[in-house]
């Protein structure tokens, strides 16, 4: 007979229970999980706090050592509450408060609607000590202004939320027709709503239904105070919503990520010539506590890395559709281009080694121009660009064939495998790219051989 925790006493579940408690009173820290998907409530104790990861639910459903409480199968067709576990998460917490208090980390996945939405609701307000939270972005269309400042707004016993994630994902066409989903309570524009405690927001992935927009992101600049920014995998969010948020975490701001989806999500969008006046590479250098950067800009010039009084470290990766007009002026050969690119690397060596004198590791990568298409190549690193600049390597990775081809072999001389860009496209598993010297990719753009046509444009639709 196969024992499972479903079939336990109640007596020795609650000695078990207590006894994850009294763990975590000590130190230790335990992750709970609700997911829609499987039906699922997953418990995964013991791990230490770098290991917790939020994303990860394929991973931990994969996982043997997760213990799944779930009821015994049966033959017969029933109807099942597709929200019975957020209903019996909260009569729980309800039953049991003090058991909610021991909460610090919880995520939801796979409930968009507006009554699942009052549920979580519902469990968050025992959770009277809880510091990281993942949501779904509905929360920020159904949530009340009364609710997100019950979450944000610091507690009675000084606690406060520290870290915040919305993950967006596409419904499906059904979902979509539900009049109820049209809701949108503008919770943003309340005074109420305050994310000055935050110090980490994580905004990940697209959705066919109120995505979060531009628009949302200056809302939250207006109170946000960040350590940790992250905009990952993303369509509908430009360099502007970015902008607004950097401004006005720049004095607290100590790791930027922005990394949209390649295609259409490096679009720039329909902005005045007032803001074209803004040149982001200086309101970048302008936070002096960045420490950690991997971003995406529509443009980018030596002006980035000039400030080496920063204290980036690590692996910095920057990828731009071309360059800054403000910085370089006008750009309108390929040597030209070529010239500017070079002013760059020689900027990033220089912050390189200042940071180096101050045994500081900084590796900066940079990557430059647009792809044909994102059908072209399947993408290995959503960062990759047509060109690759490792600086502090003086090596230039790209796919030089057609170069090559047209050069009838004399170019380049030598070229090396490399390991970075999109992974060849017809599957054999291959890197696409290979690299040569900057020496070698100067002459080639001196000779024709390199196109830079991706990179001679005035002000680039696209940084993707």
Same mark, same amino acid.
């Given at each position: #007979?196969?024992?499972?925790i479903?079939s336990?006493p109640?007596?020795?579940l609650s000695?078990?229970?207590e006894?994850?408690a009294?763990?975590?009173?000590?130190?230790?820290?335990?992750?709970?999980?609700?997911?829609?998907h499987?039906?699922?409530r997953?418990?995964?104790?013991?791990?230490? @706090?770098?290991?917790l990861?939020?994303?990860?639910?394929d991973?931990?459903?994969?996982?043997?050592?997760?213990?799944?409480?779930?009821?015994?199968?049966?033959?017969d067709?029933?109807y099942?509450? @597709?929200?019975? $576990?957020?209903?019996?998460?909260g009569?729980?917490f309800g039953?049991y408060?003090t058991l909610?208090?021991?909460?610090r980390r919880i995520?939801?996945?796979?409930?968009?609607?507006?009554?699942?939405?009052?549920?979580i609701i519902?469990?968050?307000q025992?959770?009277?000590?809880?510091?990281m939270?993942?949501?779904? *972005?509905?929360?920020?269309?159904?949530?009340?202004e009364?609710? *997100?400042?019950?979450?944000?707004?610091?507690?009675?016993?000084?606690?406060?939320?520290?870290?915040l994630?919305l993950? %967006?994902?596409?419904?499906?066409?059904?979902?979509?027709?539900? @009049?109820?989903r049209q809701k949108?309570?503008?919770t943003l524009?309340?005074?109420?709503?305050n994310?000055?405690?935050?110090?980490?927001l994580?905004?990940?992935?697209?959705s066919?239904?109120?995505?979060i927009m531009?628009g949302?992101l200056v809302? #939250?600049?207006?109170?946000a105070?960040?350590?940790?920014?992250?905009?990952?995998?993303?369509t509908c969010?430009t360099s502007?919503?970015l902008?607004a948020?950097?401004? %006005?975490?720049?004095?607290? $701001?100590?790791?930027?990520e922005?990394?949209? $989806?390649a295609?259409?999500g490096?679009k720039?969008?329909?902005?005045?010539a007032?803001?074209?006046?803004n040149? #982001?590479?200086?309101?970048?250098?302008?936070?002096p506590?960045?420490?950690?950067?991997?971003?995406?800009l529509?443009?980018i010039?030596?002006?980035? +890395?000039?400030?080496?009084?920063?204290?980036?470290?690590?692996?910095v990766?920057?990828?731009?559709?071309?360059?800054c007009k403000? %910085?370089s002026?006008?750009?309108?050969?390929?040597?030209d281009?070529?010239?500017?690119?070079f002013?760059?690397?020689?900027? %990033?060596?220089?912050?390189?080694?200042t940071?180096?004198?101050?045994?500081?590791e900084?590796?900066?990568l940079i990557?430059?121009?647009? +792809? @044909?298409?994102?059908g072209?190549m399947?993408?290995?690193?959503?960062?990759?660009?047509? +060109?690759?600049?490792?600086?502090g390597?003086?090596l230039?990775?790209?796919n030089?064939?057609?170069g090559?081809i047209?050069?009838a072999g004399? *170019?380049?001389?030598?070229?090396?495998?490399?390991?970075k860009g999109?992974?060849?496209?017809?599957?054999?598993?291959?890197w696409?790219?290979?690299?040569?010297?900057?020496?070698?990719?100067?002459?080639?753009?001196?000779e024709?051989?390199?196109?830079m046509?991706s990179i001679?444009?005035?002000?680039?639709?696209?940084i993707?």
């Amino acid at each position: #007979m196969t024992v499972t925790i479903s079939s336990l006493p109640n007596e020795l579940l609650s000695a078990i229970l207590e006894e994850a408690a009294h763990l975590t009173t000590q130190g230790n820290r335990f992750t709970y999980g609700i997911d829609s998907h499987s039906s699922q409530r997953i418990l995964r104790g013991n791990a230490a @706090p770098d290991a917790l990861r939020w994303y990860a639910t394929d991973g931990i459903r994969r996982s043997r050592e997760l213990d799944t409480i779930h009821g015994s199968p049966s033959k017969d067709v029933v109807y099942r509450d @597709p929200y019975l $576990l957020l209903r019996k998460t909260g009569d729980l917490f309800g039953k049991y408060p003090t058991l909610a208090t021991y909460v610090r980390r919880i995520f939801f996945d796979g409930y968009y609607s507006t009554e699942t939405s009052v549920m979580i609701i519902n469990i968050l307000q025992y959770c009277n000590r809880l510091e990281m939270v993942s949501l779904p *972005w509905t929360m920020l269309r159904y949530g009340s202004e009364d609710d *997100w400042s019950r979450i944000l707004n610091p507690r009675d016993n000084g606690t406060v939320l520290s870290s915040l994630e919305l993950l %967006a994902v596409d419904l499906k066409k059904v979902q979509l027709s539900e @009049p109820a989903r049209q809701k949108d309570d503008k919770t943003l524009d309340s005074a109420k709503v305050n994310l000055g405690h935050l110090r980490r927001l994580k905004i990940s992935g697209t959705s066919n239904l109120s995505p979060i927009m531009d628009g949302d992101l200056v809302a #939250m600049s207006r109170t946000a105070r960040l350590v940790d920014l992250h905009i990952t995998n993303t369509t509908c969010l430009t360099s502007q919503g970015l902008l607004a948020l950097v401004r %006005a975490t720049k004095d607290t $701001l100590r790791v930027l990520e922005h990394s949209p $989806l390649a295609d259409p999500g490096f679009k720039d969008p329909e902005l005045s010539a007032n803001y074209w006046g803004n040149h #982001m590479c200086k309101e970048i250098v302008q936070c002096p506590q960045l420490r950690s950067l991997a971003i995406c800009l529509p443009t980018i010039c030596s002006d980035l +890395f000039r400030d080496t009084s920063n204290c980036w470290m690590g692996d910095v990766h920057v990828k731009a559709g071309g360059i800054c007009k403000q %910085a370089s002026g006008s750009i309108e050969t390929p040597v030209d281009a070529q010239l500017a690119i070079f002013d760059i690397l020689d900027s %990033a060596r220089r912050f390189m080694q200042t940071q180096q004198a101050k045994s500081i590791e900084l590796n900066i990568l940079i990557s430059l121009g647009l +792809f @044909p298409s994102v059908g072209v190549m399947g993408y290995a690193d959503i960062l990759a660009g047509q +060109f690759i600049f490792e600086p502090g390597k003086n090596l230039v990775h790209s796919n030089f064939l057609m170069g090559s081809i047209d050069a009838a072999g004399s *170019w380049p001389s030598i070229q090396y495998s490399s390991n970075k860009g999109p992974v060849d496209p017809y599957g054999s598993g291959d890197w696409a790219y290979s690299c040569i010297t900057e020496e070698e990719f100067a002459r080639g753009v001196r000779e024709g051989h390199v196109s830079m046509a991706s990179i001679l444009t005035e002000h680039p639709r696209r940084i993707g």
